[in-house]
């Protein structure tokens, strides 16, 4: 990763906001093309141009009132990612497959199985982000049914195949949504002049919310039990669900600045 990080471009509207005009035409050609990249180009200058100079302090622009619900909208998605519940399957996969009644060998066999669907599904994702549309995964991705059952399979102690299919369902739904597309909502949704402090931001409040998670499962899981846990996760996905239908435009086949435009009114 450090290596390949050595033949990564400097972002194209990062150089045109420092006046690198033709590093700029020249990043942004190899990505499209000659007219790809002066169309943007001319677009990027149109925008920065209307904004000023790029201010000092970053920190005040992030928290400027017309900023507010781009950056809502950016913690409570990476907020969202985590609180899903997902990834407490993969932190405490024995746990929940003994809870399901399956013994130490097949707990090792479920936990391959578990992770060959999430790198499968994960191309997935890859393969139907720009057909899909971001929104459209992000719907799917959170609206919780597998949880639901999976809680109310443990509530009527149902156990074995049927359990690993449940799982097998939510991990598949949850690689090819929710864990690689929320990045590239943050990475399209924030406007230039605040990229980077915002996307930092976010990405500060995803990880505390994965350690909350981590560590509140085990209490939860003891005091409400398996079942009370996965509804919990799941009531989680619907309010997710309903934001998201609510706040979230489609990005898919945008440029960056025709959504800025579009969230920043």
């Known amino acids: 990763f450090f290596l ?9 509207r ?7 005009q033709e590093k700029a035409q020249k990043t942004l050609t190899r990505i499209g093309g000659e007219t790809y990249a002066r169309q943007t180009l001319e677009e990027l200058n149109q925008l920065t ?20 619900k781009v950056l809502i909208i950016g913690i409570v998605l990476a907020i969202f990612q985590q609180w ?30 578990t992770g060959i669907t999430n790198v ?8 139907t982000v720009d057909k899909w549309g971001r929104r459209t995964l992000m719907l799917i991705g959170s609206a919780g049914l597998a949880l639901i059952i999976l809680g109310t399979c443990y509530f009527l102690d149902v156990n074995g195949l049927p359990m690993l299919l449940l799982v097998v369902l939510a991990i598949a739904c949850y690689a090819m949504s929710l864990a690689p597309v929320v990045w590239v909502v943050l990475s399209e ?28 499962f085990p209490v939860l899981n003891e005091s409400i039990g398996a079942e009370g846990t996965f509804w919990l996760y799941g009531g989680i996905c619907l309010a997710g669900f309903l934001f998201i239908r609510q706040n979230l435009p489609e990005t898919k086949g945008k440029t960056l600045e025709e959504i800025e435009k579009e969230l920043i009114k």
């Open 4 to 12: 390949l990080s050595f033949t990564i471009p400097e972002s194209p």
């Open 14 to 20: 990062w150089l045109a906001t420092v006046h690198q």
């Open 49 to 68: 141009q209307s904004q000023g100079n790029r201010q000092n302090n970053e920190w005040k622009s992030v928290f400027h009132p017309e900023m507010r």
């Open 84 to 113: 899903c519940g997902i990834n407490v399957i993969f932190n405490y996969a024995h746990e929940i497959f003994s809870s399901a009644g399956y013994a130490v060998s097949d707990v090792l066999m479920n936990i391959v199985v």
């Open 120 to 127: 499968i599904f994960t191309f997935v994702a890859i393969y």
């Open 189 to 216: 949704i924030f406007p230039v002049k605040i990229r980077g402090m915002a996307i930092a931001i976010s990405t500060f409040f995803l990880w505390v919310a994965c350690f909350i998670l981590t560590y509140t």
